[in-house]
């Protein structure tokens, strides 16, 4: 059974740092392509940046280039997003995400393991 287990999100003031965790169990990280999406109140899910480590390609949305950096440590089998200059508009639920075809897909949908997300909230 494959679990996905988010951690570090809390509340931090605008031009903060956070650095979230994607904790799996059930299936090894480096043979999937890892995504962080992200659900603000009245929002659509959006995919922010995902790696895919057997190929070493990541990509990110525009909205956090510059900002935001996903890694893999494989022996922990853990994704992390850090995340930095963090804005009010960066507040929502962020969710990891897996795909076995090794392809970052922008779609949802396309995803088959989601863990339970972490709220991030940018306030002063």
């Known amino acids: 059974q494959v679990q996905l287990v988010e951690s570090g999100g809390g509340l931090v003031q605008p031009g903060g740092s956070l650095r979230l965790s994607c904790a799996a169990s059930g299936a090894t990280l480096n043979y999937y392509t890892v995504a962080w999406f992200r659900q603000a109140p009245g929002k659509e899910r959006e995919r922010v940046p995902c790696?895919?480590?057997?190929?070493?390609?990541?990509d990110y949305t525009d909205s956090v280039k510059g900002r935001f950096t996903i890694s893999i440590d494989n022996a922990k089998n853990t994704v992390y997003l850090r995340m930095n200059s963090l804005k009010p508009e960066d507040t929502a639920v962020y969710f990891c995400?897996?795909?076995?075809?090794?392809?970052?897909?922008?779609?949802?949908?396309?995803?088959?393991?989601w863990g339970q997300g972490t709220r991030v909230t940018v306030s002063s």
């Open positions: 790696i895919t480590s057997i190929t070493g390609s990541t």
């Open positions: 995400a897996i795909n076995s075809r090794r392809l970052c897909y922008s779609s949802a949908g396309l995803y088959e393991y």
